[in-house]
């Protein structure tokens, strides 16, 4: 009889622990380099204060997170994701936040625009754009 083994458990960090905190973080300005955000920037699509904003950026992350930072990453990383397969040139999608977009949802301004009104709202929306445009949404 053969013996059974199981896999060994990857140690990962809890979503609400200093390491998941400060992966997100770097995560988000990486994009946020990517992307070319301003500190102001930043601070909209994070929900946070200014101080916090390059508190965060210096590497003075927080234990961890709270629920609506969470979502509000989570959401820039979905979009940040949808670009890469929707637009295989780094460059390319890299820029498509910038460019004014006729989609009704954007009437014409930029997708980065919307994302900036300030609610996590406005970063769903654009999540759930690409996604139906990727062809994930009905």
Known sequence: MAAHTHPVPRKTAALDSPAASAAALRTFFSI???????????????????????????????????????????????????????????????AWIRKPNTAPLFGGESALARMLGGKVADLFEVRHYLDAVRGGVS
């Open 32 to 94: 946020a380099g990517a992307w070319e955000l301003s500190a102001a920037e930043e601070q909209r699509l994070l929900g946070v204060q200014r101080s916090t904003v390059y508190a965060w950026r210096s590497g003075d992350f927080p234990a961890r997170l709270d629920a609506d930072t969470l979502e509000r990453l989570s959401y820039v990383f979905g979009i940040y994701s949808a670009l890469q397969v929707l637009l295989p040139l780094p460059e390319r999608a890299d």
